[in-house]
């Protein structure tokens, strides 16, 4: 019974300490903060970093968030595709604002998708960890582009 208490203990305060970080620190690896920005702004910095680097605009693209898409390479078609179906690595770039400031917290999220584009057939499955981490250098391109751009 002490042991069941000790973990609920420590749950709790993971827990707790998951849900007070503040957004000028969250969104995990690779998240980059835009100074006094608006998402505007940021969008279009999106839109002109990403396609440096073989990314092309994803549906789905909204004011919180923007989408890119990449043909991926074939170790990712050999560990999550099959023969004929070849995956597309998707970047979904999450837009958050930071309360009682302009400044915006941009966070990737990567996917796997297969038979991307083929309406009731796409499959996306979400890549974690390191994989965000590798998109640390372009956000940072995106938030020296978007930086100072102010309210909107």
């Known amino acids: ?9 420590a749950a709790t305060l993971v827990l707790a300490g998951c849900l007070t970080t503040p957004v000028e620190k969250s969104g995990g690896m690779g998240s980059v903060t835009v100074t ?3 998402p505007t702004a940021i969008v279009t910095a999106a839109q002109s970093v990403f396609p440096n680097y073989g990314y092309t605009p994803a549906f789905g693209n909204d004011i ?17 595709g099959s023969y004929g179906d070849p995956q597309m690595i998707r970047v979904a770039v999450k837009i ?3 309360p009682g400031t302009n400044n915006y917290r941009i966070s990737p999220k ?4 297969s038979d991307a584009g083929v309406a009731g057939f ?3 499955r ?3 960890g390191l994989w965000n981490a590798e998109f640390e ?16």
């Open 1 to 9: 019974m002490k042991y069941l208490s000790a973990l609920f203990a």
């Open 36 to 38: 006094n920005s608006n």
């Open 64 to 80: 919180s968030s923007v989408s890119f898409d990449k043909n991926s390479n074939q170790l990712a078609n050999v560990l999550w």
């Open 96 to 98: 958050t604002p930071i």
């Open 110 to 113: 990567v996917y796997t998708v």
């Open 122 to 124: 796409q499959s996306k």
């Open 126 to 128: 979400p890549l974690i």
């Open 137 to 152: 250098p372009l956000l940072k391109k995106v938030a020296a582009q978007a930086s100072g751009a102010g309210s909107q």
